[in-house]
């Protein structure tokens, strides 16, 4: 079942808010959830990191308006946050992407590693981040001096607790699920750069 909300909140901007909720073990529910914008034909990254519940639902939260951007996409089995995908306008350089990828995953554990997504992404054993370069098409952000400020998304995927299956999958389901919503947002800011987004699951690779 699936309660969806879209309220205008301004020129150029709208809020969706929608809640799914999955029936036990129904799969093909999966594929609805966030809006169907993490989910294609695999609902595999997904079933793969949530426990089995009879209570599953996901939130998606999909805010535009300007130059504002928040996509934040949840998944929980009871009471239990299982998975989080979230997708941020910001301003400043892959440095400043840095510094705000690990403010949001501060408990980030395991080597740290690489997928191809966007211009920079990161890999650790439950949390996938990317770095999407994107100038807006109008309205950029600019200095006192009129000089533009560069603007970026910052998406992070996080996953808690401990994955269903016990195998390699949990850093490519991750890095799957951020590239989805990195390529909604990309789409819904019209990001001036090329997209770069492979169409299935990233490879996840050292990052030495």
């Not at 808010?17 to 695999?42: F, H, K, M, Q, Y």
């Not at 992404?121 to 439950?126: I, L, P």
């Not at 850093?171 to 919503?181: K, M």
Request: with cysteine.
């Amino acid at each position: 079942m699936t309660v969806f909300a879209a309220l205008v909140v301004g020129a150029g901007g709208t809020l969706a808010v929608e809640r799914t909720l999955l029936s036990p073990n129904a799969t093909d529910d999966v594929a609805d959830i966030c809006g169907g914008t993490v989910v294609s034909t695999d609902v595999g990254p997904v079933t793969r990191n949530i426990p089995s519940n009879p209570s599953v639902a996901s939130s998606w939260v999909d805010y535009a308006r300007d130059g504002s951007l928040l996509e934040n996409c949840t998944v929980s089995a009871g009471n239990t946050q299982a998975l989080r995908v979230t997708a941020n306008l910001e301003r400043g350089s892959t440095a400043d992407w840095e510094r705000f990828t690990r403010s949001q995953i501060p408990g980030a554990a395991g080597p740290k590693m690489t997928f191809d997504a966007g211009d920079r992404a990161v890999s650790y054993e439950k949390d996938a981040a990317i770095h999407v370069p994107c100038t807006l098409p109008r309205n950029q952000p600019k200095n006192d001096d009129g000089k533009a400020i560069t603007t970026y998304v910052a998406v992070v995927a996080h996953a808690s607790g401990s994955a269903v299956e016990e195998n390699d999958k949990r850093r490519q389901d991750l890095a799957y699920l951020a590239s989805r919503v990195a390529e909604h947002a990309h789409s819904t800011m019209r990001c001036k750069e090329p997209l770069n987004i492979p169409d299935g699951v990233p490879k996840v690779k050292s990052a030495g």
